[in-house]
């Protein structure tokens, strides 16, 4: 077997096909765009390259047959945030040989250790978390646009080569109506706290629109910046730019009446994005998007073959927690489900295993967990102690208050 990283153009499609060998048989894959899973190593579209650096590899047999792939990354504001320094593995697929693995695994491994990293985070993104991010372990079934799949046998390559648990990440899925399509409305619980919400004075709720974009923009900006700082160790702000970009190329998608803001005296202070799953039409295309395929995505689309819906991302400032603002946003969204009666099927997803809070609320909505993702990490540096995400959380909230 030969290792070769990733320079021609020919080598560049070697890297894109090779899941679709892979996956042949599988009725659960989808294939993704070519042209997002190119976009994510290129410089003049992935906004991470201003702060980070990738590359990636392919391994051949010795019939010089594509057998495996792996990218290596390091997003020095990510890799900062650590304890210490941090890369990431991705875009790993390979056939069922545990030499082949550990011959991708030893590639990256070494690379990031070249560049200094000392712990390795994977399977992620070079990017943000709402896309390929985490090994997909159990709920093996067709997955959301951008949610990740895998085969099984995965999951042993990464834990006997030395991965371990960082953090796991659950999806829930809830159906929305019954066999005669009719709506199945969310908990009785939900619906009084909503409406208690509703009634207080100041509280005022509102849905994207395109033509406002830039307020709406400005609005998640601040939640998601106010929210996530006291939240992740590792957290990265969200920049306005890289949210413009992801509203460009989810605009095809977007129904504003799926993406809700809550207000406090005019202060926005929670929202939540829903999206319809465009896997439903992405796994009639073969990751073409030519002209043929563009029409056959527009008649999908308009024709509602989309029936399921993926939560992508959601925040709430940290002052409005525990004050019934998420229960409110859901109930606006129940709303619009009535009036969409080819929406059946809702997945909010993911939230990680470190987020109590957040799972409290997801099996309040009436959900049930199909979904479980494992991002694992691996010491470089094999004088490190191995800690949890959480348990690294909990440290850090227990310094602060101490040092309080």
């Known amino acids: 077997m030969k290792i070769l990283e990733v320079a021609t153009n020919e080598d560049k499609r070697e890297f894109i096909d090779l899941p679709k060998s892979i996956y042949r048989d599988d009725p659960y894959w989808v294939c993704p765009l070519d042209l997002s899973v190119e976009s994510v ?23 010089n047959k594509t057998i495996g792939r792996i990218a290596a990354f390091i997003d020095s504001v990510r890799s900062a945030a650590n304890s210490q320094p941090t890369g990431g593995v991705g875009y790993f697929e390979v056939i069922e040989s545990k030499e082949a693995a550990y011959i991708l695994f030893d590639t990256a491994i070494k690379w990031l250790e070249e560049h200094g990293m000392q712990a390795v985070d994977g399977p992620i993104n070079f990017g943000e978390n709402d896309n390929n991010w985490g090994l997909l372990v159990d709920g093996f079934m067709q997955q959301g646009y951008g949610m990740p799949y895998n085969k099984q046998y995965y999951r042993g390559f990464f834990e006997e080569y030395g991965f371990r648990n960082y953090f796991e990440q659950y999806s829930y899925h809830r159906v929305l109506r019954d066999e005669k399509n009719r709506i199945i409305e969310f908990p009785e619980r939900i619906m009084k706290i909503a409406e208690w919400l509703a009634n207080r004075p100041g509280y005022s709720f509102r849905h994207f629109e395109v033509r406002n974009a830039d307020r709406y923009v400005n609005d998640i900006v601040e939640i998601y910046n106010s929210a996530w700082s006291v939240f992740k160790q590792d957290f990265t702000p969200l920049e306005k730019a890289f949210l413009y970009e992801s509203l460009e190329k989810a605009k095809p998608l977007i ?48 024709t509602h073959k989309m029936t399921r819906m993926r939560a992508i991302v959601g925040g709430v400032h940290p002052s409005y927690h525990n004050s019934g603002v998420e229960s409110a946003i859901f109930y606006n969204l129940y ?18 295993d470190f987020n109590p809070k957040m799972i409290s609320i997801y099996e309040a909505l009436g959900t049930k967990r199909a979904k479980t993702h494992i991002t694992y990490r691996y010491l470089i540096n094999k004088e490190l102690t191995f800690i949890r995400y959480k348990d690294e959380m909990y440290n850090k909230l227990h310094k602060n208050e101490h040092e309080r």
């Not at 290129?42 to 391994?59: D, K």
């Open 41 to 63: 190593f290129n410089p003049e579209i992935n906004h991470t390259f201003r702060h980070g650096v990738a590359t990636r590899w392919i391994l051949k047999d010795n019939s």
């Open 335 to 352: 709303k619009m489900f009535v009036k969409k009666p080819w929406f059946r099927e809702l997945e909010l997803s993911w939230t990680g």
């Open 255 to 302: 129904d504003e009446e799926l993406i809700w803001f809550a207000y406090h005296n005019n202060k926005p202070v929670a929202f939540f994005i829903l999206l319809p799953d465009a896997n439903q039409i992405f796994r009639h295309l073969n990751g073409k998007l030519h002209l043929w395929n563009k029409i056959r995505f527009l008649y999908y689309r308009e």
